[in-house]
C-alpha cells in the first residue's frame, strides 16, 4: 500500500510521455536579479535565451525584499566568490547604473563599534577589507565618527566612501529590457517541475503555474511541455536546492543542504528630519549583518533587517524518504499540501510586536530613537547554505566539473551580496562555463 502511494505521487510530479518537447539553446531558471543578469550577459554573447519564473514577474522574491544596499566587499574572506564578486560587482553595478540612467547614490557606510569589546572585530573587518581590494576604508575615532553623524553614538567607526544604494526594481527593469532586444524571452507564471539528463542535454519539465497551484493531488501533475535547453542555469533562488533535486541523474551529494534565515524590515515613522546622511552598520551578528540603517533614494529611513531561522519544506522525495513511516493516506496528504504550496511556502509579513526586538539593537548606535517610531514595513528570506552557529558559507556555483551534468549550471546560497554581485556573478558564468 505504501508503495503504491510512492509511486502514485511519484507519477503525479513525472513528465507525460505525450508532452511536447522542443530543442532550444539557453534557458535561465529564475527571474531574481541574478537570473536576469546572466540572461542578458548570455545574450550580449549572441545566444538565444529563455528565462523561466513561477511568478507572474521579474522579481518577485529575494531581489525585492533587501536592504537595496550596493556593498563594497568588506564582510567576505579574501579570495572567496563572495569577495570577488562583491568588489567587481561594485563597480560594474556603479558603471552600469552611470550609463543606464538607473537610481543610485554613492551615500558611503559607517559600521560602528559602540562598545569597547567590539573594536577588535572592527579591527578584522577593515583587514579583510583592504585585503579584499576595497579602496578608501577609513577607521574613525567615535569623535569623529559623530561629528559626520550626530544621532550617532559609537567608540569607533569603520568608514566605507565606496558603499551605496540602488533602486532595485529599476535596476531589474533596465536588465530585462537589455536582455529583451537580444533576443531574450521571459516567461512568466511558467514552473520548472523537475527534469532528467539525458545524453549531453537536460530534459525540463515544464508547467504553467496556475497548474502546479491547482493541482488536485489525485490527477497527474504531468509536464506540459520539455525543454531541451544546450545550457541551462538552474538561478532559482530560494528553490534552487529543491529544483536541483528534482533532477534526475544529478548526484544527492553535490547538492548541500538548504538553511533559511527571515529578515523584517522596519521604518521609520513620521520623520520630517532624516537622522543620518550614510548608512549605519552594527557589528555583523550570526546569520547577518545586523540590524542596520538603510536609507533608499526617496529619504525613506528602514531599520533591519534582523535574523530568524525559519524552517522551510523539505524537498518531496527526501520528505518520502523521512516519513515514509506515515501511513500512505496521511503520507499523501501531506505531499499534496507541500506540492500545493511548493512556490509560495514563506511568510512574508512582519508582526508588529517584533518591534520591541528592534528598539534595543538600534538604540546602541541611535539612543534617540523614540518608543513608537517604527512602523512595519516588509520581510526577505536568505537563501543560506549554513544555519545557526555555523561558519558563512561562500556562494556555490556548479558546473560540469563538479557534478558531471554537461550543461548545467547550479547556482546555490545567493543571498547578500548577490544583489551587487549580480552582473560579475553572470560575467563569470559566461565566460566559464558558455560553449
Known amino acids: 500500500m505504501l508503495k503504491q502511494a ?80 562583491c568588489v567587481r560587482g561594485r563597480k560594474l553595478l556603479y558603471k552600469y547604473c552611470s550609463e543606464h540612467e538607473v537610481p543610485h547614490k554613492q551615500i558611503g557606510k559607517l559600521i560602528v563599534a559602540t562598545g569597547p569589546l ?19 576604508l577609513r577607521m574613525l575615532e567615535g569623535f569623529e565618527a559623530m561629528k559626520m553623524e550626530p544621532e550617532l553614538q559609537c567608540v569607533k ?33 511558467t514552473t520548472v517541475i523537475g527534469g532528467h539528463h539525458q545524453g549531453n542535454c537536460m530534459h525540463l519539465y515544464v508547467s ?22 544546450r545550457f541551462v542555469v538552474n538561478s532559482a533562488g530560494l528553490s534552487a536546492l529543491a529544483l536541483a533535486k528534482r533532477f534526475v541523474g544529478l548526484k544527492s ?34 546569520g547577518g549583518l545586523g540590524v542596520h540603517v538603510t536609507l533608499d533614494l526617496d529619504g525613506q529611513v528602514k531599520f533591519g533587517p534582523d535574523v530568524e531561522w525559519i524552517n522551510g519544506i523539505d524537498d518531496i522525495w527526501s520528505f518520502m524518504n523521512k516519513y515514509s513511516f506515515f501511513s500512505p493516506l496521511i503520507l499523501f496528504s501531506v505531499i499534496y499540501d507541500l506540492l500545493h504550496g511548493l512556490y509560495s511556502r514563506f511568510d512574508y509579513s512582519v508582526n508588529v510586536n517584533r518591534a520591541e526586538r528592534f528598539y534595543p539593537e538600534i538604540r ?48 546555490f546560497g545567493i543571498e547578500s551580496p548577490g544583489l551587487t554581485s549580480s552582473i560579475a556573478i553572470a560575467e563569470y558564468i559566461a565566460a566559464r562555463f558558455l560553449r
Not at 545566444?47 to 533587501?66: I, K, Q, Y
Not at 566605507?160 to 521571459?186: C, K, Q, W, Y
Not at 504553467?208 to 535547453?229: A, C, D, F, T, Y
Request: glycine share 10%; with cysteine; charged share 20%.
Open 6 to 85: 510512492f509511486q502514485s505521487v511519484k507519477r503525479a510530479v513525472t513528465t507525460s510521455a505525450n508532452a511536447a518537447k522542443e530543442k532550444v539553446d539557453c534557458v535561465v531558471i529564475g527571474a531574481g536579479v541574478v537570473g536576469i543578469a546572466i540572461a542578458r550577459e548570455l545574450a550580449l554573447k549572441g545566444r538565444e535565451v529563455l528565462v523561466l519564473d513561477s511568478a507572474p514577474t521579474f522579481g518577485t522574491g529575494t531581489s525585492s525584499r533587501n536592504s537595496e544596499v550596493i556593498h563594497a566587499g568588506i564582510y567576505y574572506p579574501q579570495n572567496s566568490l563572495k569577495a570577488m564578486f
Open 157 to 189: 567607526a569603520l568608514l566605507s566612501p565606496a558603499s551605496g544604494i540602488v533602486d532595485s526594481h529599476s535596476l531589474m527593469l533596465s536588465l530585462v529590457g537589455e536582455a529583451e532586444n537580444r533576443r531574450t524571452t521571459f516567461s512568466y507564471n
Open 253 to 286: 551529494s553535490v547538492i548541500p543542504p538548504a538553511y533559511y534565515a527571515r529578515g523584517c524590515y522596519f521604518t521609520l515613522a513620521n520623520t520630517k528630519v532624516i537622522p543620518f546622511k550614510h548608512l549605519i552598520y552594527p557589528i555583523p551578528e550570526d
Open 364 to 411: 546602541k548606535y541611535y539612543p534617540k530613537l523614540s518608543d513608537g517610531a517604527l512602523e512595519p514595513g516588509y520581510a526577505g528570506i536568505r537563501p543560506k547554505l549554513s544555519g545557526p552557529g555555523q561558519p558563512p558559507v561562500d556562494f556555490v556555483i556548479q558546473g560540469e566539473e563538479s557534478h558531471g551534468v554537461p550543461g548545467l549550471v547550479n547556482l
Open 118 to 136: 567590539e573594536i577588535p572585530k572592527l579591527n578584522k573587518l577593515l583587514k579583510c577589507g583592504t585585503q579584499n581590494g576595497v579602496d578608501g
Open 208 to 229: 504553467e503555474s496556475k497548474n502546479v497551484g491547482n493541482w488536485n493531488g489525485q490527477s497527474s501533475l504531468q509536464s506540459e511541455l520539455i525543454l531541451i535547453p
